[in-house]
């Protein structure tokens, strides 16, 4: 019989005391959530459209009816669309620990089926947000007994003055692009990756350039010493978060980094319902292009987004968090039972 899983007695008291930080993290967030008034909300898993970002993926499962007949229907990779239905159904300030599920993703800092902490504020700017994210970074590295974020020999102190940076300003410090001058131009873009040492293909998409550009050039320098907010990202890479009122060129899109972690995406939500569909539908028929598969829209979505107060909202992989204030090498440390897929390298 194999003995060599996450169950096995000294593999599980190796873990254990992150397993027992991520409780007391938990427990100390929940805590912070309701001193602030927000509810806690358990937004269901099966849905009918599990999201529509391209680059996405997701599992897809069947609902059999008494009758025999079947429906497709998927795990969600986020309660984001629920969530926001709360929003347009009267819900003012709402968090929830949802369970979400993407397919093609494991590693050190990946796992198909993890924990995502999201919350949104009705009436809130993206700088509120902001706050919560520093005060939810400093309570978990409080709960952790760290005060510290740790990663590879990084270290980042939550309890310092945060860093903010717009995404124009990181091209330029950190891989000498001028990314305002290569808004519309995906080969002036792709020369200045290339003189930046970053290989792409020819041809490859604006978006995919400014993807690998940001990740080998950007993130490993974001959220040393302290915490790091890049934002005000280029419409392209907007998803559901709403243009800069002084400039349509970028978005009121933010990403929370420590150690070189993503740690949490946050918006000024989209509540033009017509821009939102579109968008979804333009990034349907890329992943369409590119893998060959699409999801269908969520209607009542679309709907709701219509209905919604004006509002700000964060996703934040709990998971990661839980990793850097325990101190854990690998997000498989911080799983009480870590997927099959598992893989320790990442990917």
């Not at 937004?43 to 609902?63: D, I, K, M, W, Y």
Request: charged share 25%; glycine share 8%.
């Amino acid at each position: 019989m194999d003995a060599s899983g996450w169950w096995n007695p000294e593999e599980h008291a190796r873990r254990r005391s992150h397993l027992l930080a991520r409780g007391q993290i938990k427990a100390a967030l929940r805590q912070w959530f309701e001193a602030e008034g927000f509810l806690e909300t358990e937004c269901g898993a099966l849905v009918v459209s599990p999201g529509n970002e391209a680059h996405l993926h997701a599992f897809r499962t069947e609902f059999v009816f008494e009758n025999g007949q079947t429906r497709s229907l998927y795990l969600h990779t986020s309660p984001e669309f629920a969530m926001k239905k709360l929003l347009a159904a009267g819900e003012t300030r709402i968090f929830d620990f949802a369970r979400a599920y993407r397919n093609r993703e494991a590693g050190g800092r990946h796992a198909p089926e993890f924990t995502l902490l999201e919350w949104y504020r009705a009436g809130a700017g993206m700088a509120d947000v902001m706050d919560d994210c520093i005060a939810i970074a400093r309570t978990a590295a409080a709960a952790g007994a760290t005060r510290q974020l740790l990663w590879k020999g990084e270290v980042c102190d939550p309890f310092a003055e945060p860093e903010k940076m717009t995404v124009a300003e990181a091209f330029d410090r950190f891989a000498k692009i001028d990314l305002v001058d290569c808004l519309e131009d995906a080969g002036r873009l792709r020369a200045g990756a290339l003189a930046a040492g970053v290989g792409v293909a020819e041809g490859a998409s604006w978006t995919d350039v400014f993807s690998a550009i940001l990740v080998t050039r950007i993130e490993p320098h974001l959220g040393r010493d302290c915490l790091t907010f890049l934002y005000r990202y280029p419409v392209s890479e907007a998803a559901l978060s709403r243009p800069v009122p002084d400039d349509p060129r970028f978005a009121e899109r933010f990403e929370l980094y420590a150690c070189g972690v993503e740690l949490a995406n946050g918006y000024r939500e989209l509540t033009d319902a017509t821009m939102l569909e579109a968008r979804q539908r333009a990034e349907m028929d890329l992943k369409e292009a590119l893998y060959g598969e699409r999801y269908p829209l969520d209607e009542g979505f679309v709907s709701a987004v219509a209905h919604m107060p004006e509002a700000s909202g964060v996703a934040l992989g709990f998971d990661r968090l839980v990793m850097l204030a325990s101190g854990a090498a690998s997000i498989n440390d911080v799983l009480w039972t870590p997927p099959a897929v598992s893989q320790e390298q990442d990917i």
